[in-house]
C-alpha cells in the first residue's frame, strides 16, 4: 500500500494545479462516494492533525449527515486519508511541498483522498479547503452561517492540488475589545479563556490564518488562564503581543505584578526580571516584540534618546538568549514602528538585522512607512500591522464595519510590492463585526498575486455565495460593496448634524441608505429563514444601522436650520431625532436577541454622543429645539418644501450637486477619454475606491518617479466650457500618506491643454487628521483657459502610489461641500 500511494503522489504532481475542485454533484467513473467511507489518521500524529480530522469529521456530519468514523489504518473502503510524512501511515512529503511553509497537497486515485502538509498547518489548511468545498463556510459558527446540506458527496478521482501562503504570518489583533466583546466572552465563556479560544483558534485556521495578538484591555492572555497556552499549541497558533508589550507580556501584568515605574531609565532590573519570566513562561511556538513604548501604550518620554531604545532591545535579546539557550536570532521577533517609535527608526536607530521590522498604518488604513526598492533585504524581513478599528485621535472607531477592500487591496498590494511580507497583522477589534474585512484580509495574505483590481467585485460574489448561496450573490455583494463604501466616507462615530451640507447633500446621502435599505430588506424577505440570522449579522444590521444612524443626523440638521429660521418642520424634525435614536437602540436588541441571544452583547459599543476623541460612558442624543406655535414663521413655501422632507422619503432624485452655466466641470477620475501608458507604466481603475465611484492609480506601483514632459504617463479629460479665464483644478485623491519619506510627499502634475504641468504633492504638508477624518486629500492648482469650448485636462503621473478619485475645474461659483460635486456629463 505504502509503495502504491507514494508512486500516486509521484504521478499526481505532474498534473497539480491550484483552486482545482474536489467535490462533484454526480458519481461516475470519474469519482467515487463518502459513503461508507472512513477518515484515518495516524493517533500518534501531531495534536493538529488529529483536530483536523475530528473537524472535518464534524463538517462532513453537518453536511451530510454521516458521521464518519476515524482510524488508526487505511481501510479497503474509501477512505480519506489524513496525516503527516513520517507517521505509521504511508504518507510522502514530495517536492511539490517538502520544507515549503504551510504548503498542503491533495490528491486522489481510487477510492482514497489524501491530505498532507509541509508541517502541521499545512495539513490543517488542506482540510480546511476541503470542508470549504463542502460549503461549510468558516463563519458557520461565529456567523451563524448555514452549512449547504447535501444528500451525497462525491470526490473527483486523479486529482492533485498543492498550495502555499505568500505571507508567512497572516493573523489578527483582538483589541478595544470593551465592552461588546468582553461582556460576550464573559457571559458565554466565563471571560477570554480556553474556551474562547478554542473558537477563535479554529476561525483562524478555517481563514487560514495562523498568528494572534490575544486580547489585551485588562486581560493577559499567559496569566488568565493556564489552559491557554496549551490550546495554542493544540491549535497551532503563532502567539504575539502587541506593539506595546515587549517579552510576551501582557500590559496588564504590569499592574498586577510590577513594582515602581515603567521606565528603563529608573527600573531597568525590575523590568528586565518581568521580561525574564515572560520569555520563560511561553515555550509555545511565537514571535515576541521587542523594543519599549510608555506605560499604557502612550509615547515615551520626549528625552527618550535612541541610545536607551537600542540599549533596551540589546537587554532583550540577551534575556531572550539566556531564556531558550539559543541565539536570540534563532527566535522570531519583531520591533513595531508604531506612532512615535517610527520616528526613531527615521533618525537613525537601527535593531538587528534577524527581527522583522513591523511597519504600521496611521491607524485609520493608510501605510505610513514602506522600505524603498533596492534596499538590502533584511533576514527578518518586513511586515504590516493594519487597522480596521481603532481607539485614538482625531476620534474612535469601533462600532460597525467601515472597510471598503477597495482601499484595504490597494494598500496591502503596496505592502506587497514593496517587500513587506514577513508578517500581516490586522486590529479587528471584537472580530464581529468585521467579518467581511478579516476574511478578505487573511485571504489576501495567502496569495497577493491572485488579486488584482478588477478581481475585487469577483471576490465580494463569491464571498456572498459562500455564505448564502449563488441565486442572491451577485445582489448581496453590490449591497456590500455599497455599504462599505458609505460607511468609508465618515466613520460614524464621527458624523454630526455638519457632516453633509443642507439641503441636498444631506439628502441625497440619506437617500443612498434609503434605498440600500430597501434592497437588503427585500433580498431578506426571499431568502430562506435558514439564512436571516447570518444575513442580518453580515449585511442587514450594518445597513440598517448605518441608514438610522444617517437620518438621526439628517434630521438633527434640518432642525437647527428650521429653529433657526422659524419654520413649520421644526418640531417634526425634532420628533424624527428621538424616534431614530430610539429605533437605534432597537436595531441593538434585535441583533442580541439573534438566536436565543448569542449574541448578546456583541453591539455594546457606545457610538453616539462623541464630544472627544473618546467614547462617552453611554449614548447620548443629539440636542434639538422645539417651536412654541406661535412664533412658527408664515413661510408655506418653505413649509410645503420642508414636509416632504420631515420624514426622509426615499426616492429624491435629480443631480443634485450638478450646477450648469459657468461654474465648472467635475470627472470621475475612472471616465478619462483616453489614457497614455509608457515607459512601462500603465493605468489601471480601481473599482469601488473612493467615496463616490472608482479611482485611478499607475501598476506597477513600484515605478520610479516620471518627469510630466513629453509621452509621460498621463490620462486625459476632454471638456466643453462657455466661457474663458482663471480657473482651479481640485484635485480628489486618496489620502495615502508619504512612505518613502520623501522631501517632497508623493507628487502628480497636471495641466490644461498645451501648457507646461504643475508638479503638486498631496501630502508634504497639510492636516492630517483631517484627511484622515474626511478619507480624501483635495489638492488645488492654478490654471487659465485661454477661450470657451474644447479643452483637454492632462493629469500626470510624477510618483507612484497616488489613487486619484475626482477632478473638479472650479470657475470659482461650485459650491464647497462634503463629497464634492458630482460628475458632469461631458460631450465626448
Given at each position: 500500500m505504502k509503495?502504491i500511494i507514494s508512486s500516486?503522489?509521484?504521478?499526481m504532481?505532474?498534473?497539480?494545479c491550484?483552486?482545482q475542485?474536489?467535490i462533484?454533484?454526480?458519481?461516475?467513473?470519474?469519482?467515487?462516494?463518502?459513503?461508507?467511507?472512513?477518515?484515518c489518521?495516524?493517533?500518534?500524529?501531531d495534536p493538529?492533525?488529529?483536530q483536523?480530522a475530528?473537524?472535518?469529521?464534524?463538517d462532513?456530519?453537518?453536511v451530510?449527515?454521516?458521521?464518519?468514523?476515524v482510524v488508526?489504518s487505511?481501510p479497503?473502503?474509501?477512505?480519506i486519508i489524513?496525516?503527516?510524512?513520517g507517521t505509521?501511515l504511508?504518507?510522502t512529503?514530495?517536492?511539490?511541498?517538502?520544507?515549503?511553509?504551510?504548503?498542503?497537497?491533495?490528491?486522489?486515485?481510487g477510492?482514497q483522498?489524501?491530505i498532507?502538509?509541509?508541517?502541521?498547518?499545512g495539513t490543517?489548511?488542506?482540510?480546511?479547503?476541503?470542508?470549504g468545498?463542502l460549503g461549510v463556510s468558516p463563519?458557520?459558527w461565529?456567523?451563524?452561517?448555514p452549512?449547504?446540506k447535501?444528500t451525497s458527496v462525491?470526490?473527483?478521482?486523479n486529482?492533485?492540488?498543492?498550495?502555499?501562503p505568500?505571507v508567512?504570518?497572516?493573523?489578527?489583533?483582538?483589541n478595544?475589545?470593551?465592552?461588546a466583546?468582553?461582556?460576550?466572552s464573559?457571559?458565554?465563556f466565563?471571560g477570554?479563556?480556553?474556551?474562547?479560544?478554542e473558537k477563535?483558534?479554529?476561525l483562524?485556521l478555517?481563514l487560514?490564518?495562523?498568528?494572534?495578538w490575544?486580547?489585551?484591555?485588562g486581560?493577559?492572555?499567559y496569566d488568565?488562564?493556564p489552559l491557554?497556552i496549551?490550546?495554542a499549541?493544540?491549535y497551532?497558533?503563532?502567539?504575539?503581543t502587541s506593539h506595546?508589550?515587549p517579552?510576551?507580556?501582557?500590559?496588564d501584568?504590569?499592574?498586577?505584578?510590577g513594582?515602581?515605574?515603567?521606565?528603563?531609565d529608573?527600573?531597568s532590573t525590575?523590568?528586565?526580571?518581568f521580561?525574564h519570566s515572560?520569555?520563560?513562561?511561553?515555550v509555545?511556538?511565537k514571535?515576541?516584540?521587542i523594543?519599549?513604548?510608555g506605560d499604557?501604550?502612550e509615547?515615551m518620554?520626549?528625552?527618550?534618546?535612541t541610545?536607551?531604545?537600542e540599549?533596551?532591545?540589546a537587554?532583550?535579546?540577551q534575556?531572550i538568549?539566556?531564556v531558550?539557550?539559543k541565539?536570540?536570532?534563532?527566535?522570531?521577533?519583531?520591533?513595531?514602528?508604531y506612532?512615535?517609535?517610527q520616528d526613531y527608526?527615521?533618525?537613525?536607530?537601527r535593531?538587528p538585522?534577524d527581527?522583522t521590522l513591523?511597519l504600521?498604518?496611521d491607524?485609520?488604513?493608510?501605510?505610513r512607512?514602506?522600505?524603498?526598492?533596492?534596499?538590502?533585504?533584511r533576514?527578518?524581513g518586513y511586515?504590516i500591522?493594519y487597522h480596521f478599528?481603532?481607539?485614538?485621535?482625531p476620534?474612535?472607531y469601533?462600532?460597525?464595519?467601515?472597510?471598503?477592500?477597495?482601499r484595504?487591496?490597494?494598500?496591502m498590494?503596496?505592502?506587497?510590492?514593496y517587500?513587506?511580507r514577513?508578517?500581516?497583522?490586522?486590529?479587528?477589534g471584537d472580530i464581529?463585526?468585521?467579518e467581511?474585512?478579516?476574511?478578505f484580509?487573511?485571504?489576501y495574505?495567502?496569495n497577493?498575486?491572485?488579486t488584482?483590481p478588477?478581481d475585487l467585485q469577483?471576490?465580494t460574489?463569491?464571498?456572498?455565495a459562500?455564505q448564502?448561496?449563488d441565486?442572491?450573490?451577485?445582489?448581496i455583494?453590490?449591497?456590500i460593496?455599497?455599504y462599505?463604501?458609505?460607511n468609508?466616507r465618515?466613520?460614524?462615530e464621527l458624523?454630526d448634524a455638519n457632516t453633509?451640507s443642507l439641503?441636498?447633500e444631506?439628502?441625497a446621502?440619506?437617500?443612498?441608505y434609503?434605498?440600500?435599505?430597501?434592497?437588503?430588506?427585500t433580498?431578506n424577505?426571499?431568502?430562506?429563514?435558514?439564512?436571516?440570522s447570518?444575513?442580518?449579522?453580515?449585511?442587514?444590521h450594518?445597513v440598517r444601522?448605518s441608514?438610522n444612524?444617517?437620518a438621526m443626523?439628517y434630521n438633527?440638521?434640518l432642525?437647527?436650520e428650521?429653529?433657526?429660521?422659524?419654520?413649520?418642520g421644526t418640531?417634526?424634525y425634532?420628533d424624527n431625532v428621538?424616534?431614530?435614536y430610539?429605533?437605534?437602540s432597537?436595531?441593538?436588541?434585535?441583533?442580541h436577541?439573534?438566536?436565543n441571544?448569542k449574541w448578546?452583547?456583541?453591539m455594546?459599543?457606545?457610538?453616539?454622543g462623541?464630544?472627544s476623541?473618546?467614547?462617552?460612558?453611554?449614548?447620548?442624543?443629539?440636542?434639538?429645539?422645539y417651536l412654541?406655535?406661535?412664533?412658527?414663521?408664515?413661510r408655506?413655501t418653505q413649509?410645503a418644501?420642508?414636509s416632504?422632507?420631515a420624514?426622509?422619503p426615499?426616492?429624491i432624485t435629480?443631480?443634485?450637486f450638478?450646477?450648469?452655466?459657468?461654474?465648472g466641470?467635475?470627472?470621475?477620475a475612472a471616465?478619462f477619454?483616453?489614457a497614455v501608458?509608457?515607459n512601462?507604466?500603465?493605468?489601471?481603475v480601481l473599482p469601488?475606491?473612493?467615496?463616490t465611484g472608482s479611482?485611478?492609480?499607475?501598476?506597477p506601483?513600484?515605478?520610479?518617479?516620471?518627469?510630466?514632459?513629453?509621452?509621460a504617463?498621463?490620462?486625459?479629460?476632454?471638456?466643453?466650457?462657455?466661457?474663458?479665464?482663471?480657473?482651479?483644478?481640485?484635485a480628489y485623491c486618496s489620502p495615502?500618506?508619504n512612505f518613502?519619506?520623501?522631501?517632497?510627499g508623493?507628487q502628480?502634475?497636471?495641466?490644461i491643454?498645451?501648457?507646461a504641468?504643475q508638479?503638486?504633492?498631496?501630502?508634504?504638508?497639510?492636516?492630517?487628521?483631517?484627511w484622515?477624518?474626511?478619507?480624501?486629500?483635495?489638492?488645488?492648482?492654478?490654471?487659465q483657459l485661454?477661450?470657451?469650448?474644447k479643452?483637454?485636462l492632462k493629469?500626470?503621473?510624477?510618483d507612484s502610489?497616488?489613487?486619484l478619485q475626482k477632478?473638479?475645474l472650479?470657475?470659482?461659483n461650485?459650491?464647497?461641500?462634503y463629497?464634492g460635486?458630482?460628475e458632469?456629463?461631458?460631450?465626448?
Amino acid at each position: 500500500m505504502k509503495r502504491i500511494i507514494s508512486s500516486l503522489i509521484a504521478c499526481m504532481l505532474a498534473t497539480c494545479c491550484y483552486a482545482q475542485s474536489i467535490i462533484t454533484d454526480r458519481l461516475s467513473d470519474a469519482s467515487f462516494s463518502l459513503a461508507g467511507a472512513v477518515i484515518c489518521v495516524d493517533p500518534a500524529d501531531d495534536p493538529l492533525v488529529l483536530q483536523s480530522a475530528s473537524w472535518l469529521q464534524q463538517d462532513i456530519e453537518m453536511v451530510t449527515g454521516m458521521k464518519l468514523p476515524v482510524v488508526s489504518s487505511i481501510p479497503a473502503t474509501p477512505a480519506i486519508i489524513i496525516g503527516s510524512p513520517g507517521t505509521s501511515l504511508p504518507i510522502t512529503s514530495p517536492g511539490k511541498i517538502k520544507n515549503k511553509w504551510e504548503a498542503y497537497l491533495i490528491q486522489s486515485t481510487g477510492n482514497q483522498l489524501i491530505i498532507t502538509g509541509s508541517d502541521k498547518r499545512g495539513t490543517a489548511h488542506g482540510v480546511f479547503e476541503l470542508s470549504g468545498q463542502l460549503g461549510v463556510s468558516p463563519w458557520y459558527w461565529w456567523a451563524d452561517v448555514p452549512v449547504k446540506k447535501k444528500t451525497s458527496v462525491f470526490i473527483k478521482k486523479n486529482i492533485s492540488i498543492t498550495d502555499a501562503p505568500k505571507v508567512k504570518y497572516r493573523g489578527i489583533f483582538i483589541n478595544d475589545e470593551a465592552p461588546a466583546l468582553a461582556n460576550w466572552s464573559r457571559e458565554k465563556f466565563g471571560g477570554f479563556n480556553h474556551r474562547f479560544y478554542e473558537k477563535v483558534f479554529e476561525l483562524l485556521l478555517r481563514l487560514k490564518g495562523n498568528y494572534i495578538w490575544p486580547a489585551m484591555w485588562g486581560n493577559a492572555f499567559y496569566d488568565d488562564d493556564p489552559l491557554n497556552i496549551t490550546t495554542a499549541e493544540k491549535y497551532g497558533i503563532v502567539i504575539g503581543t502587541s506593539h506595546h508589550e515587549p517579552m510576551m507580556r501582557a500590559h496588564d501584568e504590569w499592574r498586577r505584578y510590577g513594582t515602581g515605574q515603567w521606565n528603563y531609565d529608573s527600573n531597568s532590573t525590575r523590568l528586565k526580571a518581568f521580561w525574564h519570566s515572560g520569555v520563560q513562561r511561553a515555550v509555545n511556538e511565537k514571535i515576541i516584540t521587542i523594543g519599549m513604548r510608555g506605560d499604557g501604550d502612550e509615547p515615551m518620554s520626549e528625552k527618550t534618546a535612541t541610545t536607551l531604545l537600542e540599549r533596551i532591545v540589546a537587554d532583550q535579546r540577551q534575556i531572550i538568549t539566556e531564556v531558550t539557550g539559543k541565539p536570540a536570532s534563532e527566535t522570531p521577533q519583531l520591533w513595531a514602528l508604531y506612532k512615535e517609535v517610527q520616528d526613531y527608526y527615521d533618525k537613525g536607530m537601527r535593531v538587528p538585522d534577524d527581527v522583522t521590522l513591523l511597519l504600521c498604518d496611521d491607524n485609520w488604513g493608510n501605510i505610513r512607512r514602506l522600505p524603498r526598492p533596492g534596499e538590502n533585504k533584511r533576514k527578518g524581513g518586513y511586515g504590516i500591522y493594519y487597522h480596521f478599528d481603532y481607539v485614538g485621535g482625531p476620534r474612535n472607531y469601533k462600532w460597525i464595519n467601515t472597510n471598503s477592500i477597495a482601499r484595504v487591496w490597494e494598500q496591502m498590494h503596496l505592502a506587497w510590492a514593496y517587500n513587506a511580507r514577513e508578517i500581516w497583522i490586522v486590529n479587528a477589534g471584537d472580530i464581529k463585526p468585521m467579518e467581511f474585512p478579516i476574511s478578505f484580509f487573511l485571504d489576501y495574505a495567502w496569495n497577493p498575486e491572485n488579486t488584482g483590481p478588477a478581481d475585487l467585485q469577483r471576490y465580494t460574489k463569491k464571498w456572498a455565495a459562500d455564505q448564502f448561496g449563488d441565486k442572491y450573490a451577485k445582489d448581496i455583494a453590490a449591497i456590500i460593496t455599497a455599504y462599505t463604501t458609505f460607511n468609508a466616507r465618515r466613520k460614524p462615530e464621527l458624523l454630526d448634524a455638519n457632516t453633509y451640507s443642507l439641503p441636498d447633500e444631506w439628502a441625497a446621502v440619506v437617500n443612498d441608505y434609503n434605498n440600500l435599505l430597501k434592497k437588503a430588506e427585500t433580498i431578506n424577505s426571499q431568502l430562506p429563514a435558514a439564512y436571516h440570522s447570518a444575513y442580518f449579522q453580515l449585511v442587514l444590521h450594518p445597513v440598517r444601522a448605518s441608514a438610522n444612524l444617517n437620518a438621526m443626523y439628517y434630521n438633527v440638521a434640518l432642525n437647527r436650520e428650521a429653529y433657526k429660521n422659524k419654520w413649520p418642520g421644526t418640531n417634526a424634525y425634532a420628533d424624527n431625532v428621538k424616534r431614530f435614536y430610539l429605533e437605534d437602540s432597537l436595531i441593538t436588541m434585535a441583533y442580541h436577541q439573534l438566536n436565543n441571544g448569542k449574541w448578546n452583547h456583541m453591539m455594546d459599543q457606545v457610538h453616539i454622543g462623541y464630544t472627544s476623541w473618546q467614547q462617552p460612558l453611554q449614548q447620548k442624543m443629539p440636542e434639538v429645539q422645539y417651536l412654541s406655535p406661535h412664533v412658527v414663521t408664515e413661510r408655506r413655501t418653505q413649509e410645503a418644501r420642508d414636509s416632504k422632507r420631515a420624514n426622509i422619503p426615499a426616492g429624491i432624485t435629480g443631480n443634485i450637486f450638478y450646477e450648469a452655466g459657468e461654474k465648472g466641470v467635475s470627472i470621475a477620475a475612472a471616465h478619462f477619454t483616453r489614457a497614455v501608458h509608457s515607459n512601462g507604466i500603465s493605468w489601471k481603475v480601481l473599482p469601488g475606491h473612493g467615496r463616490t465611484g472608482s479611482a485611478i492609480t499607475t501598476f506597477p506601483v513600484t515605478a520610479a518617479a516620471q518627469q510630466p514632459v513629453g509621452n509621460a504617463p498621463r490620462v486625459e479629460y476632454d471638456f466643453y466650457t462657455y466661457s474663458k479665464g482663471d480657473v482651479s483644478i481640485n484635485a480628489y485623491c486618496s489620502p495615502t500618506l508619504n512612505f518613502h519619506n520623501s522631501e517632497n510627499g508623493l507628487q502628480y502634475a497636471v495641466s490644461i491643454d498645451d501648457e507646461a504641468p504643475q508638479i503638486i504633492s498631496i501630502n508634504k504638508e497639510g492636516n492630517r487628521d483631517k484627511w484622515v477624518a474626511e478619507n480624501i486629500i483635495i489638492r488645488s492648482s492654478k490654471h487659465q483657459l485661454l477661450a470657451p469650448g474644447k479643452h483637454t485636462l492632462k493629469y500626470w503621473m510624477v510618483d507612484s502610489g497616488v489613487v486619484l478619485q475626482k477632478l473638479v475645474l472650479d470657475s470659482g461659483n461650485i459650491k464647497k461641500t462634503y463629497l464634492g460635486p458630482p460628475e458632469t456629463i461631458l460631450n465626448r
